[in-house]
């Protein structure tokens, strides 16, 4: 798939947002803590952070090391999420996160984020960011990105259908979910580009909110 080009004009009846690399710039903690897990297992980190992104946890352990345990990974995964939540340092919100979801008050949307509920309300805290009032977590779903189940789960609480969502996301596994769900991907950021969504922004600086006369959402992108 090739992305639209841009300026375009998206349509949804609600926006689903995934939290870090599209709300979130958390990289400086996923590294740092990513990183010395990968030493301490004896792993290349680069290699280890091509995986990282966007999912679980546990689910990111179980196809890094795929021998081991799963409540193994499920205690590595606490531990690890523990260690996120505390580390703040060098977490920022996403050029224009702020505008954007102002802009969105008063119409659907919904936080989708494979981060728990302490680890979602630590680092939108700490970028200075509101919390959407619908939010869909770690705990929520049964299964990590890249299932759509978050993404199913967010469209059913917002009483949209799947078709008519628009999905903001930066990583493959966030944008596979987001395309098996049946919905429309604006990937945000670098990493983005290479998942093929249907739009591609740097930023959220290039996306303008429009509420329309007959209930939709309007997403002019440039």
Known sequence: MTA???PTVLTA?????DMDGT???SDAVVERIWRRWAERHGLDGGEVMKVVHGREGHASMAVLLPDRPVE????????????????TDGVVEIPGASAFLASLRGLPHALVTSADVALSTARMCAAGLPLPEVRI????VGASKPDP???LKGAAELGVDPADCVVFEDSGAGIAAGR???MTV???GPRAGLHAPDVVVPDLTRVRIEAAADGTIRLHID
């Open 137 to 140: 977590t770690a705990e929520s």
């Open 186 to 188: 604006v990937g945000v």
């Open 149 to 151: 189940e978050g993404f």
């Open 4 to 6: 639209t080009a841009t």
């Open 13 to 17: 009846r609600a926006l689903l947002l």
């Open 72 to 87: 193994q990974n499920l205690a590595d995964n606490a531990r690890m999420l523990a260690e996120e939540t505390a580390d």
């Open 180 to 182: 098996s769900a049946g």
């Open 23 to 25: 709300l979130v710039n």
